[in-house]
């Protein structure tokens, strides 16, 4: 059987599953009847409104795209206490770590070297970074209690977001004050070194809502590995009603984080062990205009400051050069500004008709003299202006149309439309065809990143790093079926996403040919630039996401991915994970909350890392976690939870190799293998 044919039946028989499932829930639910109608209310408890696809408040039914939705209760039971594991419940999802504070996401891929095509948000701010790619160092100021929802949008929607949201979006929308009430104080212990302590207070006075949240969280990271973090941040969250049409919420935090990277035994020392620290800081103002119902006005600005220390010495190790043996400091240190300003309206003109449009300028400073040779301060200016139609123009079908004009100051003006058409023939049932294109630009970074290490007698001894201001932004065209459907008598949801992407002119590093005579031959360290790669890249794929309770008080969230990518490239074709599955059993009785994640991922070429002939795939892996809660209540109001949670339960596992540190170990195994972690936590609200 073709792969092809393989998603075909893989669809078929999720969608018969889901029929058959339908005519037997009456048997599984006494009090539901075929002839007892659903009562609205019943249907749409189930189905949650979502905010981000073409950023208008909409029913996940009638939105132009699959969307995994992790809410509050969802996110507080699993135990988890960071994005990057949460992330790993959303299908298609690729998370892995190559150490403690460097996690590589990517949604399908491809791509082996920081991943660049999520869009993050947190309340509406990017926090993509400027320079690393999407995901960062995982050092955002957000406690995971802020949380109020997770929405990931799976597959492009850079028709509202722009060239970050090139593969997805995962947009995180934290607690509205008025929600909540009250502090929490939490301390938490485990092995490995964890540990944390953590404590928030809300409080309200008339219209004015005010959180503040502050953490301190330290490890050890990976076993053998000069990895520790230590980890300060604080947030705050203020809204104000200023009457009965508008609001005003102001944002605001900093980060503040001391790691250990690197690996021993390094050629010419260019990747020791060392420590680095980050310092980030932001504000954003966010003013809304309710004018009714159906229309709004939002308008928003922030900025964010980041600065990163990182300096160690290169050497020539056991190599003797002219002159003898030298020494010369490395400065990687770099700071990034952004400045962003963003307008939006959202109208209903008339029945069946809803519309969103607007308008955002943003612009990226990055200092850093050691990673753009004489080129000072580089920035990057861009420009959006976005709009989303959805008409509905029969009861039963429903059209959307997106479209982002988007100009950056290196680039010409390019379209990113979104056509989508949603059938609904029953009240528990959608079918959903779309076409979308995207296109991600290569930034600052990807142009200029001009990188020579220079010996003060002897000049150049490596030109690491070769800008390519040629570069082309890739371009994606996606085309995708899904089907979606309600089972509320299980509070089940099915959704079925059959996808076939297109990437042109695909952003990969590659060896660079065009670099400066160097005394360093390039067979031992060779150059690299990021390029475009040659022919077409293809993913195909089938996603099934499927969330029932099937008993009282316990939930089963099923996630399978099945992928085949295809490129003249057998790297950029390696780094695609085959499949990925996953099942998670969340559980109340009483006072007690439990669960258990099982997720299994096959093997995937994760990274080539400074040495762009380096090749190692990750061998495929099993992991399990599991979490176990007793609340307890007090006099007055009081809260006490304890919190029993594992990692990695099924022992050691390898997930990335971005950097040769198979070829730097002494022994066969993987330096940077995970270990399990055990953590009990404690935590008390008043």
Not at 26 to 53: H, K, N, Q, R, W
Not at 453 to 470: E, S, T, Y
Not at 557 to 574: I, N, P, V
Request: net charge neutral; charged share 25%; no cysteine.
């Amino acid at each position: 059987m073709t792969f092809r044919l393989y998603l075909r039946a893989v669809a078929a028989i999720s969608i018969a599953a889901s029929s058959s499932m339908t005519t037997a829930q009456s048997g599984m639910a006494p009090e539901t009847s075929p002839d007892s109608p659903i009562s609205e209310s019943s249907y749409f408890d189930s189905l949650p409104v979502v905010l981000t696809v073409s950023r208008m408040p909409r029913p996940q039914n009638e939105t132009p795209a699959a969307i995994t939705v992790l809410d509050r209760e969802t996110i507080r039971a699993t135990g988890y206490r960071s994005l990057d594991r949460l992330l790993r419940l959303v299908p298609g999802m690729l998370v892995a770590k190559e150490r403690g504070s460097e996690q590589w996401v990517s949604y399908h891929g491809p791509n082996r070297d920081s991943p660049q095509e999520l869009q993050i948000l947190i309340d509406g701010r990017s926090v993509s970074a400027a320079y690393f790619g999407s995901f960062g160092r995982n050092s955002f100021p957000l406690a995971i209690e802020d949380i109020e929802r997770i929405e990931v949008v799976r597959g492009t929607d850079a028709a509202s977001y722009g060239t970050n949201a090139y593969m997805g979006v995962v947009n995180i929308i934290t607690r509205h004050t008025a929600e909540e009430r009250g502090g929490k104080v939490s301390v938490a212990g485990g092995t490995n070194g964890y540990s944390e302590v953590s404590g928030r207070v809300v409080t309200r006075s008339g219209p004015l809502g005010l959180r503040i949240t502050a953490q301190h969280l330290r490890d050890e990271g990976v076993h053998d590995l000069n990895d520790s973090r230590d980890r300060q941040r604080a947030s705050l969250r203020s809204d104000l009603q200023l009457g009965q049409h508008d609001e005003l919420t102001l944002l605001a935090g900093f980060t503040d984080i001391e790691r250990g990277t690197g690996y021993p035994n390094t050629p010419f020392n260019s990747h020791p062990e060392r420590d680095m620290d980050t310092r980030e800081h932001f504000g954003h103002l966010r003013w809304r205009h309710a004018v009714s119902p159906d229309e709004e006005f939002l308008l928003s600005g922030y900025y964010a400051y980041e600065r990163t220390r990182n300096e160690w010495a290169i050497n020539n190790g056991p190599l003797r050069f002219p002159g003898g043996p030298f020494s010369i400091p490395v400065n990687d240190s770099f700071t990034t500004r952004r400045q962003n300003l963003e307008f939006q309206h959202n109208v209903s003109p008339r029945t069946g008709l809803r519309l969103s449009w607007g308008a955002e300028w943003r612009r990226d400073e990055v200092h850093a003299p050691f990673i753009f040779f004489g080129r000072s301060d580089p920035a990057e200016e861009s420009r959006r202006l976005f709009a989303n139609v959805e008409w509905r123009a029969a009861p039963q079908w429903q059209w959307n149309f997106g479209a982002m004009a988007e100009r950056f100051q290196d680039d010409r003006t390019r379209l990113s439309p979104r056509v989508f058409l949603n059938w609904l023939p029953n009240e528990t049932e959608t079918w959903r065809a779309g076409y979308a294109r995207a296109w991600r630009n290569p930034g600052v970074f990807g142009r200029y990143s001009d990188v020579r290490i220079i010996h003060p007698f002897l000049g150049l001894l490596q030109h690491r790093f070769v800008p390519n201001p040629d570069i082309d932004p890739s371009r994606l065209d996606s085309f995708e079926i899904g089907h979606a459907r309600r089972f509320p008598s299980l509070q089940g949801n099915l959704d079925v996403r059959v996808f076939h992407e297109r990437i042109h002119d695909q952003i990969q590093r590659q060896q660079a040919e065009n670099s400066l005579p160097a005394l360093v031959p390039k067979a031992i360290l060779p150059p690299s630039q990021w390029a475009n790669g040659h022919g077409t890249v293809w993913l195909d794929g089938v996603e099934t996401q499927f969330d029932f309770k099937p008993w009282q008080n316990g939930t089963l969230l099923l996630r399978h991915t099945l992928m085949r990518g295809r490129a003249s490239d057998d790297g950029t074709e390696d780094s695609v994970a085959p499949y990925s599955a996953s099942i998670t059993w969340l559980q109340r009785m009483g006072a007690w909350q439990s669960a258990l994640t099982l997720l299994r991922v096959g093997p995937v070429r994760a990274g080539n890392g400074f040495t762009p002939s380096f090749r190692y795939t990750v061998p495929d892996y099993t992991q399990l976690d599991a979490s176990i809660a007793r609340e307890f209540r007090l006099d007055g109001g009081r809260t006490l939870e304890l919190r029993l949670t594992g990692l990695n339960l099924l022992g050691r596992h390898q997930e990335l190799a971005n950097f040769p540190v198979q070829q730097a170990s002494r022994s066969n195994d993987p330096v940077n293998r995970l270990e399990p972690v055990v953590m009990l936590s404690v935590s008390a609200g008043f």
